[in-house]
């Protein structure tokens, strides 16, 4: 593959955690300012083609039929004696990498149940083109110029570090000039990905260098406020924040421009960098941060209130990292069902149909990342015999952490449409039993088409609603609560997360997620003799939905601690945010976000269930504030699971306050208010 075509804007980034990503701040991304382009609209996404010409996502869906042509099915030669965790080396194929497009995406006719999955929606996952967006390129930047290039090499680059199964044992066969210029084989698949590490290595590398310059520069700068020498910004024309009255007749005239909030967000990221060198004198941190958020939430269409929620999380610099990223979809991913076949096998299979695709990481033996395919994926006949699952790559995260063993009793308390009962199930081999739950039957259909597709003959469907066990069944082995969530990790696939959650969403699903989550530790057998665990999972990055979730099960279970995910990456859970502070042991978590493990925002952790003391049993408070939640459809359970309301009491009121108040009514003094119900 030449050089050029290794440049294109849209193929998928690799699933690797990006080393630079573990360090507070990022670099600058250029923004792709067109001058010429009409005042309101959004600025036009451009995409650089196979040959290196920039297109625009319109001018790219003519493309689709000559890619068609170019891509032969590769032929393959593979020792069929050889274990499955042997390398590809025997086989050749012809297969180029090339563009995804949207006309590809239009051929997709698979089960449209698979689609309803979180993490396996491949239409979704396609969709759009990412956009050049790039802090660093502007002319009056004091930054240094490597953080330009790196972030530019970062959007525009085919994967540039992608892991190597371990479990594969390729021998590096060919050298830097051929994993240039040649094509990219199923033979020299692996040895290009050890080159591409090392060259992410030498990124890595380069970019910690970068941004121990960049903090060191930042430290120097916010401790002096108004003190520094700034010879370097001498030339710069200072920013000008807009004043309250600006904002209003912006506001009145509809809004600026597009272009000029990206380069108003530019500034203020700047601003906020070096706050006393290039603030304006008068102006505090926090009007600049105003006007960033108000900017974030009108560029990226997000309510002010989940912008702010989604900015707190991160460094100013890394918030814009993550906005950017839910623009661009996630790799499309594949795991390979153990039941029916072998990764090598159906890799091998899916290039003889005009696959590209590659290993996902050492993280993983089932996982493939597939880069372009001449074939609707989810219509191959190894997809209707069951061969493979479309699942987005986190989630295979919380079952390789539930690390079910087979004979056991395990439980997917809200396990629908099935991507990970059917992964649970494989991994038990087909021995041992899952008890596959969802409250919504009709999500059930798609995970009993999935459970029968993928041929797991040990896999029992159920609908309950999760907090009614352990009451109907209760003395697993293992249990996984991958728990309905506001899905605040997986924008780029569901853009309406963006408008549609508010304070009212995370309060009701924090208090739903802690019901379950004590429900699902309830379940667990504490005398299991190979398990004794529970996995709880999101795919949101919300802290209110993870960490205190989670730490809110300590406080009311101490028969359970966490443990290691195992997990070989992911950052950290938070033991402190915005004032609180949680169990230390909440550092065992592990939270993945799109901009540093180009996979959804998802979030694990793992408890170990121990006898329950005496003790503890006549501490529970048992309350049925069930009945009080009106979260959408949610089935009332009848049963008490000793929840605490008192907990959230304070948390509901303010959500309720808050609502009269944006309806103009009065509320009532806090003491007062009754805890949800809601209408109001
Ligand atoms: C994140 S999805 C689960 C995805 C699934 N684990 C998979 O891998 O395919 C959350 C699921 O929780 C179900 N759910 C919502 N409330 C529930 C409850 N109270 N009890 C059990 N399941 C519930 C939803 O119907 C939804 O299917």
């Known amino acids: 593959m030449g050089r050029r075509a290794k440049n294109k804007q849209s193929a998928p980034e690799p699933l690797e955690p990006k080393v630079w990503s573990t360090t507070k701040k990022l670099g600058k991304r250029k923004i792709d300012v067109d001058t010429d382009a009409k005042p309101s609209a959004r600025p036009l996404k451009k995409v650089k083609d196979i040959d290196g010409s920039e297109k625009s996502i319109g001018a790219l869906k003519h493309t689709t039929s000559q890619r068609g042509k170019a891509q032969k099915p590769g032929r393959i030669a593979v020792d069929s004696n050889a274990d499955s965790a042997d390398g590809w080396e025997d086989v050749e194929d012809e297969v180029r990498r090339k563009v995804w497009t949207n006309d590809e995406l239009k051929v997709f006719t698979g089960d449209i149940d698979d689609l309803d999955a979180e993490g396996d929606d491949i239409n979704s996952s396609l969709k759009g083109i990412a956009q050049e967006f790039d802090f660093d390129s502007d002319e009056e930047t004091d930054e240094p110029q490597l953080i330009s290039k790196r972030m530019k090499l970062k959007q525009s680059k085919r994967p540039s570090n992608v892991l190597t199964t371990g479990s594969d044992g390729f021998e590096m066969t060919e050298d830097e000039t051929e994993e240039e210029e040649g094509r990219t084989t199923m033979a020299n698949m692996e040895a290009r990905s050890h080159a591409l590490d090392a060259r992410a290595a030498a990124e890595a590398k380069l970019a910690a260098e970068e941004l121990q310059a960049a903090a060191g520069d930042e430290e120097h700068d916010?401790?002096?406020?108004?003190?520094?020498?700034?010879?370097?910004?001498?030339?710069?024309?200072?920013?000008?924040?807009?004043?309250?009255?600006?904002?209003?007749?912006?506001?009145?005239?509809?809004?600026?421009?597009?272009?000029?909030?990206?380069?108003?967000?530019?500034?203020?990221?700047?601003?906020?960098?070096?706050?006393?060198?290039?603030?304006?004198?008068g102006r505090s941190r926090s009007e600049y941060t105003d006007q960033l958020l108000s900017d974030i939430a009108s560029y990226y269409g997000y309510n002010e209130y989940l912008a702010e929620k989604l900015f707190q999380l991160f460094p100013?610099?890394?918030?814009?990292?993550?906005?950017?990223?839910?623009?661009?979809?996630?790799?499309?991913?594949?795991?390979?069902?153990?039941?029916?076949?072998?990764?090598?096998?159906?890799?091998?299979?899916?290039?003889?149909?005009?696959?590209?695709?590659?290993?996902?990481?050492?993280?993983?033996?089932?996982?493939?990342?597939?880069?372009?395919?001449?074939?609707?994926?989810?219509?191959?006949?190894?997809y209707l015999a069951g061969h493979y699952m479309l699942q987005a790559a986190s989630s295979f995260l919380p079952v390789i952490a539930l690390a079910p063993q087979p004979e056991e009793r395990v439980l997917d308390m809200a396990s629908a449409p099935g991507g990970k009962t059917t992964h649970i199930a494989a991994l038990l081999q087909n021995t041992g039993v899952v008890f596959a739950n969802d409250a919504n039957k009709v999500r059930t259909k798609s995970l009993t088409a999935n459970i029968h597709r993928l041929g797991c003959k040990n896999v029992v469907v159920c609908s309950y609603d999760g907090r009614e066990f352990p009451k109907v069944m209760g003395g697993?082995?293992?249990?996984?609560?991958?728990?309905?969530?506001?899905?605040?990790?997986?924008?780029?696939?569901?853009?309406?997360?963006?408008?549609?959650?508010?304070?009212?969403?995370?309060?009701?699903?924090?208090?739903?997620?802690?019901?379950?989550?004590?429900?699902?530790?309830?379940?667990?057998?504490?005398?299991?003799?190979?398990?004794?665990?529970?996995?709880?999972?999101?795919?949101?990055?919300?802290?209110?939905?993870?960490?205190?979730?989670?730490?809110?099960?300590?406080?009311?279970?101490?028969?359970?601690?966490?443990?290691?995910?195992g997990l070989s990456f992911g950052r950290e859970g938070y033991t402190k945010y915005r004032g609180k502070t949680f169990n230390p042991s909440l550092n065992l978590t592990r939270r993945f976000y799109p901009h540093v493990h180009n996979m959804d925002g998802f979030y694990v952790a793992k408890f170990k269930v121990e006898k329950r003391s005496k003790v503890m049993e006549t501490e529970d408070i048992t309350m049925d504030v069930t009945q009080t939640l009106d979260l959408h459809d949610q089935p009332k359970p009848g049963d008490d699971i000793g929840f605490d309301s008192d907990e959230d009491r304070p948390y509901l009121e303010e959500a309720k306050r808050r609502r009269m108040k944006v309806k103009g009514l009065r509320p009532p003094p806090r003491s007062k208010l009754p805890l949800l119900p809601t209408k109001i």
């Open 476 to 565: 697993f082995d293992r249990v996984l609560l991958d728990a309905p969530c506001s899905g605040t990790g997986v924008i780029s696939k569901d853009t309406s997360v963006k408008i549609n959650k508010s304070d009212r969403d995370f309060t009701l699903l924090s208090h739903l997620q802690k019901q379950l989550i004590l429900c699902a530790i309830d379940s667990v057998s504490p005398e299991s003799k190979t398990g004794g665990y529970i996995v709880y999972s999101t795919c949101s990055v919300t802290v209110d939905e993870n960490e205190a979730v989670v730490d809110y099960a300590l406080r009311k279970r101490p028969n359970v601690k966490l443990v290691d995910t």
């Open 316 to 382: 100013v610099a890394e918030a814009i990292e993550f906005f950017e990223a839910n623009e661009i979809p996630r790799p499309v991913t594949i795991r390979t069902n153990t039941l029916r076949t072998r990764r090598r096998d159906l890799a091998q299979a899916l290039v003889n149909r005009g696959v590209n695709l590659e290993p996902i990481g050492k993280w993983t033996n089932v996982g493939l990342q597939v880069f372009e395919s001449s074939v609707p994926i989810g219509a191959t006949p190894e």
């Open 222 to 281: 916010t401790d002096m406020d108004g003190d520094s020498n700034g010879e370097g910004d001498m030339d710069v024309d200072p920013f000008h924040l807009p004043t309250d009255a600006e904002r209003a007749a912006e506001k009145q005239s509809g809004g600026p421009d597009l272009h000029i909030i990206q380069k108003r967000m530019r500034e203020c990221v700047k601003v906020l960098g070096k706050f006393s060198r290039l603030s304006e004198k």
